[in-house]
């Protein structure tokens, strides 16, 4: 039998009929209107933070996400050696508003079975005014509390990865000790920042970071965690920049952290400068060197920034590389 050919508007003629053969259903969805002057990002404060659980090899993942917030004109942050119109001429290409973007935080709990390592705390207490700051809630929702935690691993000391180590002068994670990396640690802690642009910084790991610095490990490229997760120098976005390789029964998953900050504007261009990047010369070559290695070895990534729940991996381009969203591969 030969199907007969539908155009657009015969296929808006059958939209229309539908609408008609359904108005109690129509006055049924206009009974709850819409709140005109909510935002998306303040609705989703309003409910449980997002979670996001996986299985690598024998090592169960669990992201969550510690808040997200629009972030301004995307070109004051990305491209900053670009202009403006190039800029948005990316985004546009991407379906994205070139006026504003979404900035959103991902700290990662990794079981291993032996360990519960966490990787970045959120913007803690700092952030709950702006509706951050929920990691110790998403680690609830996803069935682990504060206590359960062993290692806190610290892959660079920016604010939104340090925020959450603190509650009310106290360590949030009691039983845990902590890793970090060791050049990361000196440049933040150093009396030699007092006065400069890095000020707030150091005065932030003074109060969250170098109380916990009797329980800390400080490690350097190449160097083990915990068994099956080993750390890899990736400097540029700050002085010690940290990232770290994970391997479970055959699978693999680096954890990027703010290598790249955006998943177009940082990955598509790696070499367009980034505000907040310390070295941007560095962190461009480093966006480089880690984002060759994944896409040459089809590893899987999560990267702090990306969109949640922030896992995938990179295809190479002509000018960079194209993000590729995590879909069903760790649940074969």
């Known amino acids: 039998m030969t ?10 003629g059958s939209a229309g009929l539908g609408m008609l053969a359904a108005p109690a259903i129509v006055r049924a969805q206009a009974a709850a209107p819409v709140a005109q002057d909510t935002t998306q990002l303040e609705i989703n404060r309003a409910m449980p933070p997002e979670t996001h659980r996986f299985k690598l090899g024998d090592f169960e993942v ?12 995307p070109n004051e942050t990305f491209g900053t050696n670009q202009s403006a119109a ?17 900035n959103s935080f ?39 509390s504060p206590e359960d935690v062993t290692v806190v ?7 939104d990865h340090i925020g959450g180590l603190m509650e009310d002068g106290k360590p949030t994670f009691p039983n845990a000790r902590y890793v970090a990396g060791q050049v990361e640690y000196d440049f933040w802690t150093d009396t030699a920042r007092v006065g400069t642009p890095a000020e707030n910084g150091h005065k932030g790991v003074l109060a969250n970071v170098q109380p916990l610095a009797e329980k800390m490990t400080f490690i350097g490229d190449g160097a083990e965690v915990v068994s099956g997760i080993t750390g890899m120098a990736a400097f540029g976005h700050s002085p010690g920049h940290m ?15 703010d290598t790249a900050n955006h998943f177009v504007l940082s990955l598509q261009r790696p070499d367009w400068e980034v505000r907040f990047d310390m070295d941007k010369e560095a962190a461009a070559e480093t966006r480089k060197t880690v984002f060759d290695m994944l896409a040459t070895d089809k590893v899987a990534f999560l990267g702090y920034h990306m969109p949640f729940p922030a896992v995938g991996y990179v295809e190479k381009q002509e000018t960079g590389y194209r993000f590729v969203p995590k879909s069903y591969q ?3």
């Open 106 to 144: 991902a700290p990662t709990l990794v079981n291993t079975g032996s360990d519960v390592v966490l990787f970045d705390t959120g913007l803690g207490p700092g952030g709950r005014a702006q509706g951050l700051g929920r990691l110790v809630e998403g680690l609830a929702a996803g069935g682990y």
């Open 3 to 12: 199907m007969p050919k539908l155009g657009r508007r015969a296929l808006l």
């Open 62 to 73: 669990l992201v969550v996400k510690d808040g997200a917030r629009p972030s301004g004109a």
């Open 153 to 159: 691993v610290i892959t660079h000391m920016h604010g």
């Open 330 to 332: 760790f649940e074969l």
């Open 243 to 257: 990232i770290f390789n994970i391997e479970s029964a055959g699978r693999r998953l680096v954890l990027t952290a």
């Open 86 to 102: 190039d800029v948005a001429a990316l985004l546009e290409e991407n379906f994205l508003p070139t006026d504003d973007f979404v």
